[in-house]
């Protein structure tokens, strides 16, 4: 962040992306822009869910200027791995790196989607899925983050089946899957 701790990009659209085949086996790379583009090119990627110890769920809203799902609500934080990097410290970089928040990570499951954003792209993502717990208020990095807020579990299973289009893709079909397969699994 910058000395205000207020805005630092921490990646571009020529950054290089890892590029998987459905196994999850490392076959390339390829830079993010062109990843995106057209019907996406499958890459490895991750999404945390941040709870605190109210049981809340820390999520954000996705900056304005993104190119996919700009001004969208979305999991605590979500990227990717660079070339070389171990997922479970890209995580924790990352989590840094946007809210400033340090946590316990603990890999849940992966899985493959693909998520057209109309004409502008396409996210085509083998994910990796990490929770972890913070009682941490972030400081964000505004060049990621629009806003934040800790939210109940019920509300925002509420908030999610009343105004869907409000929220990324991936974050739908993850909570999804957590609360119908790892609910024993998230932090109370």
């Not at 849940?108 to 989607?113: I, P």
Request: aromatic share 10%; glycine share 6%; with cysteine.
């Amino acid at each position: 962040m910058d000395p205000l701790g207020r805005r630092k990009i921490v990646s571009s659209d020529d950054e290089l992306l890892v590029l998987v085949d459905a196994t999850d086996r490392t076959i390339g790379t390829l830079d993010k822009s062109a990843c995106h583009d057209g019907r996406g090119v499958l890459h490895r990627a991750f999404s945390l869910f941040v709870f605190n110890s109210a049981g809340e769920l820390l999520i954000q809203q996705r900056q304005a200027d993104k190119r996919l799902w700009p001004s969208y609500w979305s999991n605590s934080c979500c990227s990717h791995p660079r070339a070389g990097e171990d997922i479970a410290n890209a995580v924790g970089r990352r989590l840094a790196e946007e809210l400033g928040v340090n946590a316990d990570l603990t890999f849940l499951y992966k899985f493959e989607y693909t998520a057209r954003f109309g004409e502008v792209g396409t996210e085509h993502e083998l994910c990796w899925v990490y929770v972890g717990r913070s009682d941490q208020d972030p400081v964000v990095n505004t060049a990621e983050v629009q806003a934040w807020r800790w939210i109940s579990r019920d509300l925002l299973t509420e908030e999610l089946s009343s105004n869907p289009d409000s929220f990324t893709p991936w974050f739908t079909m993850e909570w999804r899957r957590l609360t119908d397969e790892f609910e024993r699994q998230l932090p109370a």
